[in-house]
């Protein structure tokens, strides 16, 4: 009977689409260590003081916010509890929302012809634009493009 597994289905179904992956553990316990951050101006008091990006969009494939770095962490080395930038979205309000980080290594530190970095299991990618290696983690923003992609379509600019 066709009507049994349709109602078990519906049945199971909760109406907020797929579930989403469940947030490796490192990566929760880096969200939970950014709670200071939810501020911008918190976070720039603690040294993300250097707007490296105005808001960044690509179309259909989504924004990146606006990234504010703390210099003193570009230092060739990744360190999955200190992020080189937090990536905010800017509010219609004014107002700056946290949605994820960005590890950050030089070409100059580590050269593009290098195998690349690695944090939570991902390689990071190379960016020719800004000569670095560059890993996104969208740790306060779904991104149904995947918790590691570079662009989020759910965070506007």
């Not at 060739?76 to 930038?85: I, K, L, N, V």
């Not at 000569?131 to 965070?155: E, I, Y």
Request: glycine share 8%; with cysteine; charged share 15%.
């Amino acid at each position: 009977m066709v009507l049994a597994p349709v109602a078990w289905g519906v049945a199971c179904h909760d109406g907020d689409g797929p579930t989403a992956p469940a947030i490796p553990p490192a990566v929760q316990q880096l969200k939970e260590s950014l709670a200071p951050y939810s501020s911008l101006a918190l976070a720039k008091s603690a040294g993300y003081d250097l707007a490296l990006t105005d808001c960044m969009s690509n179309g259909d494939e989504g924004a990146m916010g606006v990234h504010w770095a703390n210099v003193t962490l570009i230092d060739g080395r990744a360190d999955a509890s200190h992020p080189e930038a937090l990536i905010y979205e800017p509010g219609t309000d004014g107002q700056a929302s946290l949605v994820g980080v960005e590890y950050i290594v030089p070409y100059a530190i580590v050269p593009k012809t290098s195998p690349a970095p690695e944090l939570f299991g991902q390689k990071f990618t190379q960016n020719e634009v800004f000569a670095v290696w560059a890993l996104h983690v969208w740790t306060h923003r779904a991104n149904p493009s995947g918790l590691f992609a570079s662009w989020n379509p759910r965070v506007h600019c």
